[in-house]
């Protein structure tokens, strides 16, 4: 057996008296590709922060070919060929895609950057790896996904040895995701080891060579990719067989809840605005938007929310005309409740503790609300009402929003928005990032409101909009290209459709051509 | 484990959960600053060959040690603690209130003004006139605040330059209308009316019922913040202000709440130094409050009531300052080296995060 490149012995990370990594044993061979699946909060996320020099565990020790390392900070990690990508993105929003993949070891002449052959280096980059971005652009400027592949771009700059992926795969869409996994082999074929952190048994199955299961801080499983199947995996995740629910029956369509009208928004920012969008919401369906990010989704969900202000067309919610009284908060009062696709700038406010964060919006109604003060004995049974139904971990609700982990961070957020009991649900990436289990928690409470409620879902997962949605539309361009029904559809001809190719025959007609 | 007395026992429990807990949190910050401080100046103080422990028995003495002392550092906690709470209130919206300097000036004019063009019983006099130049210096801060929320305008800039603005109007309005006819090399306005005077109730300097006023506007201010659903909002908007918009909150109506109330405050201190001090508008009466503001603020790590002991602590300093000059011959400019080098100390808020690592490790199983 060959030199392992990375071995892991006993290796045990404390946060407090909690117990992030308990005695983790691993052993990463050379040029293989190995995924870390589990639920959040499993520990996956701060073993990885552990390879890379972010975390210095308390006991064990960690080997590279053999040799023993102190992986006291991110410099030394990178210098001994390891490199992250993280879930959330550290990016300087300022400055431009290239300035930021360069900037660790930017090409310089005379202490200058050299503004353009750092362009040339990231187009370069980019064409190798078929990460497609514009180098010139303004990060800033750049959707949610396009930022995550800057900054995959910027750690494959570094030309690391080994490639630690903390679930990229989360905001891309199956064709990239696709192109993403054939980088993967290219790098395995040049014989980099890459580790990947995923929540979707596809992919696993799909690209790795081993698979290790996190489950409470310790390993579960650790098994070649060819010994085991993803029903073994998801057990293996929660700990118990899991019931995979299959769609569930459709409800007849009630009353009209939200109506848009050729809705019109300019590109701004970078985005592509909105080209004459009209379509309805009704009570009881799903109706979900599929698209590759960056085709007006964004722009469709801040006009429905409140948040941006279209410059032509009509929004009518359950039959009034709010075009012109457009704000979150008229939105909101009309029945909108929103699960936000970057749940760290939009979605919670970090630096305030849980509880803060659970009860915004109910702070403004009684029992919180008395008179002009905030009813804490209120506020604290609100809140924990939420953590435990919605099992957000840990759930010390005074603690700093920003400790959650990402997944926990979402079903906070989910929490909060439900609970309101809106009748017009706006649900962007409602899964990203969160595990199997509370996934189909998620599904269940979307799903479980459609007998008093309509919900819009927006979403990069294909197998998430063809698994929930009554209605698809599909967005390209900044307009609606194509409707049917998930029957109609499958996977491929999605996908076809989200690239801008239209089949002859689509099962039912565009609505907005 | 000797380790383990030197965090206290709750240390040991998770962070922040329970009272003794949170209080170390909260004063171990401004504690190991102080401590870095004192030794910054003891290794000054023997490099020019005095004893350090002479320098700070005179800076207690000077600041406690006797009814003067003690008189002198109310006197000066009094404006401080305004100041910080104005500065943290601030803050907590996320906005800098830079022009504090400015609202004071103005409501150096408008309470002085109340004081000497009005005439009311001695009660209701210095709270009308203070209360005149809360609102003028609350009106001061509405402009940077309607330039932020409408226009974008930085309100650091923006108060910071209407600061300027504020001493123009204010001296020129002095100088042709209000000028004290006896007074020649300062600029100051005629006295206010006996009724507006706020009277010391020490035997010696200048204490008066202001002092608790600044400290009941300090525990109201803090309780409002933490319990109040107007608090509650202004927190939201000032943590993430993208989040409180999502969320239907009205954060610029927040926004312009907080920076004027922060200016009301400001107001304040300007018109009680004038009437209670001065007992008339004087020309550059305000020594730097806006900046003390500041320091008091982030000694009190933007906790509205932890600016109380912060800006007591201050004023000993202030009043300390004195004696040491007086006594030892040492230049007073030793308080300011404590004091900026307290406050660089405080505002190395990652200090902080490795000092708790490594008792954590220390304290670790």
Redesign the interface.
């Known amino acids: 057996m060959p030199q392992p490149t990375i071995e892991l012995i006993g290796v045990t990370k404390r946060f407090g008296s909690f117990v992030a990594n308990d005695a983790i044993d691993l052993t990463i061979q050379p040029g293989e590709i190995h995924a870390i699946v589990g639920e959040n909060g499993a520990g996956k996320s701060t073993l990885m922060k552990t390879l890379a020099g972010l975390h210095v565990p308390e006991e064990g020790r960690v080997l590279l070919h053999g040799e023993p390392v102190e992986l006291k900070n991110p410099e030394i990690a990178m210098a001994r060929g390891i490199a992250m990508v993280h879930q959330h993105f550290s990016l300087i929003d300022a400055m431009s895609v290239a300035e930021n993949v360069v900037l660790s070891n930017p090409p310089r002449r005379f202490g200058l950057l050299q503004r353009r052959k750092a362009e040339e280096i990231v187009a370069e980059l980019s064409k190798t790896y078929g990460l497609a971005v514009q180098p010139r652009q303004r990060v800033a400027d750049c959707r949610v996904g396009v930022q995550q592949r800057v900054e995959i771009l910027k750690a494959l700059y570094r030309n690391p040895e080994v490639l630690i992926l903390d679930e990229p795969t989360a905001v891309l869409t199956p064709q990239e995701t696709l192109a993403l996994i054939d980088n993967l082999r290219s790098l395995k074929s040049l014989g980099k080891t890459v580790i990947f952190i995923t929540h979707k048994l596809k992919e696993v199955m799909a690209v790795a060579d081993r698979v290790t299961v996190m489950r409470a801080g310790k390993i579960v499983l650790s098994v070649d990719i060819a010994d085991t199947s993803p029903n073994q995996l998801a057990a293996a995740m929660v700990g118990r067989t899991l019931v995979v629910e299959s769609r569930a029956e459709p409800v007849t369509p009630g009353r009209e809840l939200a109506r848009l009208e050729g809705v019109v928004c300019t590109p701004e920012g970078g985005g592509i605005g909105l080209d004459r969008v009209s379509f309805t919401l009704r009570q009881g369906e799903v109706v979900g938007i599929a698209g590759v990010e960056g085709n007006g989704q964004s722009e469709l969900i801040e006009v429905i929310t409140g948040m941006r202000v279209p410059h032509a067309g009509r929004i009518l919610l359950k039959g009034q005309d709010v075009t012109a009284t457009a704000s979150p908060k008229a939105m909101r009062a009309a029945g909108v409740g929103h699960i936000p696709e970057d749940r760290i700038s939009t979605g919670l406010a970090p630096t305030a503790s849980l509880l803060d964060n659970l009860i915004t919006g109910a702070h403004a109604r009684p029992p919180i609300r008395r008179g002009m003060w905030i009813d804490r004995a209120a506020a604290r049974t609100h809140a924990t009402r939420l953590v435990q139904a919605f099992d957000v971990r840990p759930g010390n609700i005074d603690a700093d929003a920003r400790s959650l982990s990402g997944g926990n961070m979402q079903k906070a957020i989910i929490a909060r928005e439900l609970d309101s009991d809106p009748q017009i649900i706006v649900a962007a990436h409602p899964t990203r990032g969160v595990d199997i289990g509370a996934a189909e928690f998620v599904y269940a409470q979307l799903l479980g409101r459609r007998d008093r409620a309509g919900v819009i879902l927006v979403s990069s997962d294909l197998d998430e909009i063809l698994r929930l949605s009554d209605r698809i539309l599909v967005m390209y361009r900044g307009a609606i290209v194509a409707e049917a029904a998930p029957e109609a559809l499958t996977a491929e001809q999605l996908g076809l459709l989200m690239a801008g190719i239209t089949p002859d025959a689509p099962s039912t007609t565009g609505e907005a051509a | 484990m000797s380790a383990d007395a030197t965090t206290g026992g709750p240390a040991a ?5 329970g009272f003794v807990a949170r209080a170390w949190q909260s004063i171990q910050m401004p504690l190991i600053a102080t401590l870095a401080g004192l030794l910054l100046t003891t290794v000054l103080i023997l490099s020019i060959g005095k004893s350090p422990l002479d320098v700070y028995a005179a800076l207690l003495r000077g600041a406690l040690g006797s009814v003067f002392g003690i008189s002198s550092t109310l006197r000066w906690a009094t404006p401080l603690i305004l100041a910080g709470v104005a500065v943290t209130i601030g803050f907590k919206a996320g906005l800098f209130n830079a022009g504090l300097s400015g609202q004071i000036y103005l409501g150096g004019l408008v309470g002085s003004l109340l004081g000497f063009t009005i005439d009311l019983p001695a009660g209701l006099h210095p709270a009308v006139a203070i209360l005149g130049g809360g609102v003028a210096g609350g009106f001061w801060a509405l402009i940077p605040a309607l330039l932020r929320r409408y226009l974008g305008a930085s309100e650091i800039v923006t108060s910071l330059m209407l600061w300027y603005v504020a001493i123009g109007i204010s001296d020129f309005l002095v100088r042709q209308f209000f000028r004290d006819p006896t007074s020649a090399a300062f600029l100051m306005s005629v006295k206010v009316a006996p009724d507006a005077v706020l009277p010391s109730f020490f035997p010696v300097g200048n204490v008066s019922v202001m002092l608790f006023v600044s400290i009941a506007v300090a525990i109201v201010a803090h309780y409002l913040m933490q ?7 202004v ?2 908007t000032g ?2 202000p ?9 954060t610029g109506r927040r926004l312009i709440l907080a920076f004027c109330v922060s200016g009301f405050l400001a107001g304040m201190i300007g018109a009680a130094e004038s009437i209670g001090i001065n007992q008339r508008f004087v020309s550059q009466f305000d020594p730097g409050f806006g900046f003390d503001g500041f320091l008091v603020a982030l000694l009190a790590g933007g906790n509205i009531a932890g600016c109380i002991p912060a800006g007591i602590f201050l004023a000993i300093l202030k009043a300390g300052g004195t004696e040491i000059e007086r006594t030892l011959g040492v230049s007073k400019s030793i308080i300011w080296i404590l004091q900026g080098s307290i406050i660089l100390v405080v505002s190395a808020y990652r200090l902080r995060d490795q000092i708790n690592a490594l008792f ?2 220390r304290t ?1 199983p």
């Open positions: 429990a998770p962070p922040a959960n319990r109040s659903r107007l608090g509650y909002e927190r939201l943590a993430n993208l989040y409180a918009f999502y969320s239907g909150l009205p954590k490790r670790g």
